[in-house]
């Protein structure tokens, strides 16, 4: 089993060699939208988009930059020696996230297997909602229901504001009357739980007085943690349908594979 | 007859569908004489350009205030702020505060132990003894 991070190497060499159809490299229309005045009068003549500063419809949505083909850089794998306006603009789609940050999907070396009676039950659990799910994180569960605010006992690195994680390790999925039960763990790819990172908040300051006998000093230790906050998107099951078009196998039960249980 | 006023119906999950970064201003004061401000002053201007251009959402305002130290204020979608004195600190000192105003959500802060809060009925109901299989002990 590789880890991701090995994988992560591989996978950005496999996307240079074959470039997808949403390039990575900053497109010319998407570089104007931050850049100054005089600037975009300049351009005004060659470009016929227009450039408001907070277009109505998401950059994502606007079919140009699936329909237009941008201008990649020559000679330079990515954006590494952009100009100065590329290294401050935040992300706003996938589009403008050089290669070697992009996610990579996550590879599996076996197809998914679902046995018999999870299979015959899964309508069941995927058409009651609403659902919840008990991911994992750092080994600790957390049970979510899509709209949940969570805040997690730690600060995540590596995250800002607005990023969208995904919890892939769950022991439970499951409806009012039914429960998908992992062993010990439900593979990843029979749910989707979206969580999105609304920022960072912090405890009040704690002070914790030290003291040590026959002594008058007092030594006060002050600590205040920080925290990452986040908002639960959505948490679905997949129904059998989309499982099968995934190329799930069904297989035959035994003793330790994942069963979903009715309520009594 | 007293006044009833509308109950509302939904309440903003901010996050769900669109998120909404929940700081809206950042004031930064400075004082052009004082020595605790030298430090802001470098911040205002080098960084704080890049910052702003980064962050369109965010107003940003820029006052003097003589002859006291200088101060960071967030404002935040909620009605509440925040201010961080920041005096004698190095500009990237003044930027992690600043990072910290940007991305704190503006409520008060609290101390609590559960990490997930819901406004969500339970998924599975109130158990009830009155339901249900009978169970041989």
């Not at chain 1, 059998?240 to 249980?261: F, M, Q, S, W, Y």
Request: proline share 8%; net charge positive.
């Amino acid at each position: 089993m590789f880890s991701r991070s090995i994988l992560r190497g591989f996978a950005s060499e496999l996307r240079f060699a074959a470039p997808s159809s949403i390039s990575a490299a900053p497109l010319p229309q998407r570089a104007c939208l931050h850049q100054t005045a005089w600037l975009r009068t300049t351009q005004q003549q060659s470009q016929s988009q227009p450039h408001s500063p907070n277009p109505e419809t998401p950059l994502g949505a606007t079919p140009r930059a699936q329909d237009t083909q941008p201008e990649t850089q020559q000679g330079s794998k990515a954006p590494s020696t952009p100009t100065s306006t590329f290294n401050t603009i935040t992300p706003q789609t996938r589009a403008d996230v050089p290669i070697q940050k992009q996610p990579v999907a996550p590879t599996f070396d076996s197809p998914l297997e679902v046995t018999k009676s999870v299979m015959s039950n899964l309508p069941h659990l995927a058409g009651q909602s609403p659902h919840y799910v008990v991911a994992e994180l750092h080994s600790r569960p957390y049970l979510l229901t899509a709209g949940d605010h969570v805040r997690l006992p730690f600060l995540m690195p590596k995250v800002k504001p607005g990023d969208i994680l995904r919890f892939n390790r769950a022991s439970a999925v499951g409806s009012r009357d039914f429960t998908l039960k992992g062993a010990p763990h439900v593979d990843e790819r029979l749910f989707e739980c979206r969580v999105r990172v609304t920022g960072t908040e912090a405890e009040p300051l704690r002070i914790k007085e030290k003291t040590k006998r026959r002594q008058r000093h007092t030594k006060t230790a002050k600590s205040k943690h920080r925290y990452t906050i986040m908002r639960v998107m959505d948490v679905r099951v997949k129904t059998p349908e989309e499982l099968l078009e995934e190329g799930a196998v069904v297989v035959e039960d035994a003793e330790d594979t994942p069963k979903i249980e009715a309520r009594s | 007859m007293p006044v009833k006023g509308l109950k509302t119906i939904t309440s903003a999950r901010n996050g769900v569908g669109a998120f909404i970064l929940q700081c809206k201003r950042l004031d930064f004061h400075y004082c052009n004489f004082g020595g605790s401000s030298r430090g802001m002053l470098n911040f205002l201007t080098k960084d704080l350009a890049a910052f702003a251009r980064e962050h369109p959402q965010i107003e940003i305002r820029v006052s003097p205030r003589p002859a006291k130290h200088p101060v960071i204020k967030g404002h935040y979608i909620n009605g509440l702020e925040k201010a961080i004195c920041v005096r004698n600190l190095e500009p990237s000192e003044i930027m992690k505060k600043t990072m910290i105003l940007k991305e704190a959500s503006g409520e008060k802060l609290k101390r609590t132990k559960k990490p997930v809060t819901s406004l969500n009925e339970s998924v599975r109901g109130i158990w009830s003894p009155y339901h249900g299989d009978l169970r041989s002990v």
